[in-house]
């Protein structure tokens, strides 16, 4: 049994925890099918009380795991058994905000939504926007290279991370990027951003920041099919428009988000798609009448452009809230991430459909139909026997079926836990022993978050219960 | 490929080169390395206009890849520099985003994924073919810039977008480089959605770019007028292509041309390319050219005056020589200082030390 009086020794006795009681709100994250409980957790202030942290578990070979929120879907801030989980979220400052430079350097503690509310009086505002944005935080949001509902014209987290300090897993405190976002070294700070917490821990983080689209033209459209709604997107890409989002729903997920948030879709709508223009006034009076014209050649039944802001949050609100609607309808499920070219969507739809027959488990659709990005949600209840072993078993035959069609296991979730096992099936034998050597050059113990991301330790306990706490308080919702 | 491979694993160090437009960033290596050029490996491997992506071999020339997306209204949103002369393998290599980066970004966020050889000549895949992809280690944004001293890149894949249209350019003269900055930060955090803010200090010159629907941009423009308070030339088009081409040339200084010119690249702040612009205004035969709202500087000169380069770099960043007589320290404008972490890394990629090695 590890000796912790020396690690209880670098913090008050207020910021260190062995209580198993109160480790329990630390055991999962937003995977809450697996649970480990941690040896200790510990609350550091500073950076340097978490390079001193990480220092430690160097010389005394004890695992780590970084956590901010744990609002990670993939286990990815599942606390590692014999490990101690760093708890950021008392680094939680904007150091410093620089309208003029357009960048602020934030603390990893720090929530995504906190960035845009502190750069809107400056009319700016931080682009990657995951639907957890009001909890999960950046520190979380670099580990995952996170995503959200705007990647195909903004990107994910990484390309509006220019700059990162970071404390690695062998103890050296690095410094990686700048405040400018031309280079002319390496990219590290790209390499570091969804490394998944196995390289180290990021202390500051400088983030670039754009001024914020100055109109939105959003339009909710009804189709009497999946294909309908995926014909459309292509007509869109097609004609050259570049939207900020895409999204489509199915039936079964309009069904549960009418039931949560009675968002008001069209009535009978196997599909809906939400297209939203964004830019210069100028711009989208002239997109949008490109964009009214295609969407008339496209069989819609229903069609309603919001007028306002409010009608604009009114018919996200629908979409962001899928995730956690579905959950009303199932007591448990698996959400998935994969990937497929978006010509092959219609097709991976019904090959999902068959998956779904065959088990007897109903899957609902929800996917950001810009870049491919699925997100089948498996519904099951584990109170049948056998029944989260099927939908494990589904949700391998999807991801399967993603790799197979040319694209990835995991659009912005990141491989965490979840997938590891399939990381070898979508790189062979040679890139996966390069990942570790790789990841061996920054932690040779491999002690920053081990048993993620590569297949190989045991898996903790399984045990399944549903929605994640926030999401059933309705603080948070999935994308 | 086979060939490459056996090359990598021989007897011989190696530095792997495109079609060695920037002769700085290898010629240092020239008595120690086999230079080995990927031109041959050259050509589309596959295109989907409607997927927004391409996959390409590392030694197709940058001006084939742009005219076969233009054929399909689509582009490199990242700009490459030096896009008639380079392969587009050296221009990830060297990290060359141009002026039209400030719309939707460099290099970096558009890479997508990379075949690469490691040290030891083995075939390892990074990234992905498709615009989202969360997993494995993102390599292929360490490897902008790496300047082929991390692996052998062999094909890369990018994320490409919808030509946005027409260029307008507006040019403005600036009472000075501080008035310069000022107009350069309200261009940049403004509606506009501009395409390019860039700068010229030696004619005090700031151009802003914009790209789309002629009617757009026109509506765009007056407003750009109004609110920026000064009046702007527009362009003709010939004007506008022509300048735009002599910086993807480096050239835009016309009287500073030749062999005896010294080309180099600096990341900057706004504040530290002010200090570029000050330093080059005492000297004659010296010209720098702010890009992407002053984030990148541009830097010409003639060579004589390379000696007094270190008298600034004190006060800004580094630089990447791109041309001319000077190698500078391994193609920098001043010393690398390599990290631990740098050192473990270049060695996971490059056990046996085949490539370039970290000499600090």
Redesign the interface.
């Known amino acids: 049994m590890t000796d912790l009086d020396s690690l209880r020794r670098l913090f008050p006795p207020e910021r260190f925890s062995l209580d198993l009681a109160f480790q329990a709100a630390f055991e999962s994250d937003g995977l809450t099918a697996f649970r480990e409980k941690p040896l200790a957790v510990v609350f550091p202030e500073t950076a340097n009380e978490v390079v001193e942290t990480v220092r430690w578990c160097h010389d005394n070979e004890i695992p780590f795991v970084a956590r901010g929120s744990g609002t990670s879907l993939s286990g990815g801030s599942l606390p590692v058994a014999d490990g101690i989980v760093i708890a950021l979220n008392r680094l939680n400052k904007i150091l410093r905000l620089d309208p003029e430079q357009r960048i602020a350097v934030v603390q990893p503690g720090v929530v995504n939504l906190a960035v845009s509310n502190a750069a809107a009086p400056h009319g700016l505002y931080y682009a990657p926007d995951p639907s957890s944005q009001t909890i999960c935080t950046i520190g979380g949001n670099v580990a995952f290279n996170s995503g959200g509902a705007h990647c195909l014209k903004y990107g994910m987290t990484a390309n509006h991370v220019i700059g990162i300090q970071a404390v690695l897993a062998t103890g050296e405190v690095v410094s990686m990027g700048s405040e400018s976002v031309e280079t002319i070294e390496p990219d590290y700070t790209g390499l570091f951003c969804g490394s998944e917490g196995l390289f180290g821990v990021a202390l500051e983080i400088t983030l670039r920041l754009l001024p914020k689209p100055e109109k939105f033209h959003t339009v909710l459209v009804g189709y009497r099919s999946l294909k309908d709604a995926g014909d459309a997107v292509s007509a869109v890409i097609d004609a050259g428009l570049l939207p900020g989002a895409m999204e489509i729903m199915d039936a079964l997920s309009i069904e549960a988000a009418e039931a949560a948030v009675a968002c008001g879709y069209p009535p009978g709508a196997e599909a809906v798609l939400i297209v939203e223009l964004e830019g210069p006034r100028e711009k989208l009076d002239h997109e949008r009448r490109l964009l009214e014209s295609i969407l008339e050649q496209t069989n819609p039944f229903a069609q309603h452009i919001a007028a306002d802001d409010d009608e604009r949050l009114s018919i996200w609100k629908g979409r962001k809230s899928a995730f956690s609607a579905v959950g009303r309808l199932s007591p448990d499920f698996l959400v998935q991430d994969g990937v497929v070219p978006r010509k092959r969507l219609g097709e991976a739809l019904v090959r999902i459909q068959e998956f779904s027959q065959a088990s007897g488990l109903r899957v609902a659709n929800v996917f950001h139909a810009g870049d491919g990005n699925l997100h089948p949600l498996i519904m099951f209840d584990d109170r049948e026997r056998g029944a989260l072993e099927k939908a494990e078993a589904l949700a391998g035959q999807i991801l399967r079926m993603c790799i197979e069609m040319g694209g990835s296991i995991t659009g912005e979730h990141g491989v965490g836990m979840e997938k590891r096992d399939y990381l070898p099936e979508m790189f062979d034998a040679d890139s996966i022993d390069f990942m570790h050597r790789l990841r061996a050059a920054y932690d040779p113990k491999i002690i920053a978050n081990p048993g993620k991301m590569f297949p190989g330790a045991e898996a903790p306990a399984l045990s399944t219960h549903g929605l994640h706490p926030l999401e059933k308080a309705g603080v948070i919702s999935r994308e | 490929m086979d060939d490459l491979k056996d090359i990598v694993r021989g007897k011989y160090r190696i530095v792997p080169v495109g079609n060695q437009s920037k002769p700085p960033l290898s010629r240092s290596f020239a008595q120690t390395h086999r230079l080995v050029s990927l031109r041959e490996l050259s050509g589309v491997i596959e295109y989907?206009p409607?997927?927004?992506t391409i996959t390409v071999w590392a030694g197709t020339p940058v001006r084939e890849i742009i005219s076969i997306l233009k054929d399909q209204?689509q582009y490199l949103p990242f700009d490459p520099m030096l896009a008639n002369s380079s392969t587009i393998g050296g221009t990830v290599a060297s990290?060359l985003?141009g002026p039209g980066?400030f719309r939707?970004?460099?290099i970096?966020?558009f890479i997508l994924g990379c075949q690469f050889l490691?040290g030891q000549g083995?075939?390892?895949?990074?990234g992905?073919?498709?615009?989202?992809?969360?997993?494995?280690?993102?390599?292929p944004?360490?490897?902008?810039?790496?300047l082929g001293r991390?692996a052998v890149m062999t094909q890369m894949t990018f994320k490409v977008?919808?030509?946005p249209g027409p260029w307008l350019t507006l040019a403005a003269r600036c009472e000075n480089h501080e008035e310069a900055l000022q107009r350069v930060?309200v261009a940049?955090?403004?509606?506009?959605?501009l395409d390019a803010i860039d700068y010229q200090a030696s004619s005090r010159t700031l151009l802003l770019r914009l790209a789309?629907?002629p009617?757009?941009t026109g509506?765009?423009a007056k407003?750009v007028e109004k609110v920026m308070r000064c009046e702007f030339q527009h362009w003709s088009d010939e004007q506008s292509i022509r300048h735009w081409q002599s910086v993807n040339d480096l050239n835009w200084e016309s009287e500073l041309v030749g062999d005896e010119i010294v080309r180099w690249?600096?990341?900057?702040?706004?504040k530290?390319f002010l200090n570029w612009a000050n330093w080059a205004d005492t000297l004659e035969g010296v010209s720098v050219y702010g890009s992407?709202a002053l984030?990148?500087t541009w830097g010409i000169a003639k060579s004589s005056l390379i000696d007094r380069v270190p008298d600034i770099l004190a006060k800004t960043?580094?630089?990447?020589l791109l041309n001319g007589p000077y190698d500078g320290h391994e193609g920098?404008l001043s010393p690398?200082v390599t990290?631990?972490?740098?050192k473990?890394?270049k060695?996971?990629?490059d056990p046996e030390g085949q490539l370039v090695l970290c000499q600090h």
């Open positions: 989907e409607s997927e927004f209204n990290g985003s980066r939707y970004g460099g970096r966020d490691d083995t075939v390892i895949n990074s992905g073919r498709v615009v989202k992809n969360a997993a494995g280690f993102d390599v944004k360490l490897l902008v810039s790496s991390l977008f919808p030509c930060s940049a955090c403004s509606r506009w959605e789309g629907d009617e757009v509506a765009i407003d690249k600096s990341p900057t702040t706004p530290c992407g984030t990148t960043n580094n630089g990447l920098y690398l990290s631990n972490i740098q473990d890394i060695r996971a990629f």
